[in-house]
Nanobody, 116 residues
Framework: QVALVESGGGVVQPGGSLKLSCAAS????????WSWYRQAPGKEREFLAYLKLDDSMDVADSVKGRFTISRDGAGKTLFLQMNNLKSEDTADYYCSAQVFSLGTYWGQGTQVTVSP
């Protein structure tokens, strides 16, 4: 199994930046794809970005140019650098990990509020 814990959320002013982290434990070596999603109040969960084991990645058009996905060298922590934040970025942010033979795991989420 894999456990994921997000951190780094908080309150930030429009135009500000935050860097979210997602720390993984357990069968980390079997993770082949990491992803970030968010869910705003009253809305469906929205895909933001993914990063695969082969370093291929993609970022949703809605945040492209502002959000960057990366991971540490040990492959145990995923990051989401968010720049030029807007009020519409206010949401709960979740990371997920797809694990060989074990399925998909989700963290509990971290809240981001963009407000003057």
């Amino acid at each position: 199994q894999v456990a994921l814990v997000e951190s780094g959320g908080g309150v930030v002013q429009p135009g500000g930046s935050l860097k979210l982290s997602c720390a993984a434990s357990g069968s980390v070596a079997r993770i082949w794809k990491w992803s970030w999603y968010r869910q705003a109040p009253g809305k469906e969960r929205e895909f933001l970005a993914y990063l695969k084991l082969d370093d291929s990645m993609d970022v949703a058009d809605s945040v492209k140019g502002r959000f960057t996905i990366s991971r540490d060298g040990a492959g145990k922590t995923l990051f989401l650098q968010m720049n030029n934040l807007k009020s519409e970025d206010t949401a709960d942010y979740y990371c997920s990990a797809q694990v060989f033979s074990l399925g998909t795991y989700w963290g509990q989420g971290t809240q981001v509020t963009v407000s003057p």
